[in-house]
């Protein structure tokens, strides 16, 4: 029962460093860019609410007030009015800001790198672990030489030819491109490092 209990146990450490990385890798490009959106946003609602203040000042105005109010109608008009033309021009310079924004990269900080390799590295010694304890590793690597069996034979003598010329240092820079262009395929790939592997234990 103490083993089903350690499982989750070894993984914790790598989730959390992580979480940890991936919450310090967050874009700052992409905050900047939503913060610009919500106040574009807010400016929209601003320019909506002063032209519906003015709206109704006009509508007051036409029903008929007293000349005392007219005045300070007017001057909540002209207000509404300043809010306006600020907000348009809020709209204006966020339109600029997420413009050059494009033109900006965003830089993680080292640390945020240095964590984040850390957990690729926990999770894989973690996985690992679990795999010998259960027993499931024999099997892992049974389906894995199922799979390559099922290389083709003119890929795995090719894969020879190329892997003998590599370790015997003779190869050409146009046979080094072709090999690095074969080797995009899994199976000539997994070939290839099985050939490798045998000529440099001759």
């Known amino acids: 029962m103490r083993v089903y209990f350690f499982y989750p146990n070894i993984l914790i450490?790598?989730?959390?460093?992580?979480?940890?990385?991936?919450?310090?890798?967050?874009?700052?490009?992409?905050?900047?860019?939503?913060?610009?959106?919500?106040?574009?946003?807010?400016?929209?609602?601003n320019i909506t609410s002063a032209k519906t203040i003015q709206t109704n000042i006009a509508t007051a105005k036409d029903k008929g007030v007293s000349q005392t109010a007219r005045p300070f109608l007017t001057k909540a008009s002209n207000q509404a009015g300043q809010i306006i033309t600020r907000s348009q021009d809020t709209q204006s310079k966020i339109k600029d800001v997420l413009h050059n924004l494009t033109k900006v990269k965003d830089i993680t900080p080292w640390w945020a790198n240095l964590l984040k390799w850390l957990a690729i590295g926990a999770a894989v010694v973690g996985l690992i672990v679990v795999l010998i304890m259960s027993g499931a590793l024999p099997a892992v690597r049974a389906a894995f030489g199922w799979i390559t069996s099922f290389i083709p034979s003119h890929q795995t003598h090719q894969a020879a030819l190329d892997a003998a010329a590599d370790v015997a240092g003779t190869l050409t820079p146009q046979q080094r491109e072709s090999i690095a262009a074969a080797r995009t395929s899994p199976t000539y790939s997994a070939a290839y490092k099985r050939a490798k592997k045998k000529q440099q234990e001759i």
């Open 13 to 45: 450490l790598p989730v959390l460093v992580l979480a940890v990385a991936l919450l310090a890798g967050c874009s700052a490009t992409q905050q900047i860019s939503d913060n610009a959106t919500g106040v574009y946003d807010n400016s929209q609602a």
